[in-house]
């Protein structure tokens, strides 16, 4: 059974670190670039960061460039996200994602209608 599951949110202070992690199973994260996107109630999901299938080509949404770093690791088919420097506006429910195109090898996408799986998401909320 395909399923990404999310975890490693909760409360951090403003300029904390958190790392999120979504483990894949069903498929093996080498053949698929994988994004993570995030929503707050009332606005449209944003792309905030994805991962080619060669794992070689990243791609950052502008708000977060600089302080998020996604990787992955093949032998335990999960990919994370490093969030350092975290600003009360990075509060919300990020999810992961599954592109389902046919696509080479070093690119990925961050709009959510190349994705086919999703995962049910993890809060993530910075406050002090």
């Known amino acids: 059974q395909l399923q990404l599951v999310e975890s490693g949110g909760g409360l951090v202070q403003p300029g904390g670190s958190l790392r999120l992690s979504c483990a894949a199973s069903?498929?093996?994260?080498?053949?698929?670039?994988i994004a993570w996107f995030r929503q707050v109630p009332g606005k449209e999901r944003e792309g905030v960061s994805c991962?080619?299938?060669?794992?070689?080509?990243?791609n950052y949404a502008d708000s977060v460039k600089g302080r998020f770093t996604i990787s992955r690791e093949i032998a335990e088919n999960t990919v994370y996200l490093q969030m350092n420097s975290l600003k009360p506006e990075d509060t919300a429910v990020y999810y992961c994602?599954?592109?389902?195109?046919?696509?080479?090898?070093?690119?990925?996408?961050?709009?959510?209608?190349?994705?086919?799986?999703w995962g049910k998401g993890t809060l993530v909320t910075v406050s002090s």
């Open positions: 994602a599954r592109d389902f195109r046919s696509i080479g090898q070093h690119v990925c996408s961050l709009s959510p209608g190349d994705m086919d799986y």
């Open positions: 991962i080619s299938s060669s794992g070689i080509s990243t």
């Open positions: 069903g498929f093996t994260l080498g053949y698929y670039a």
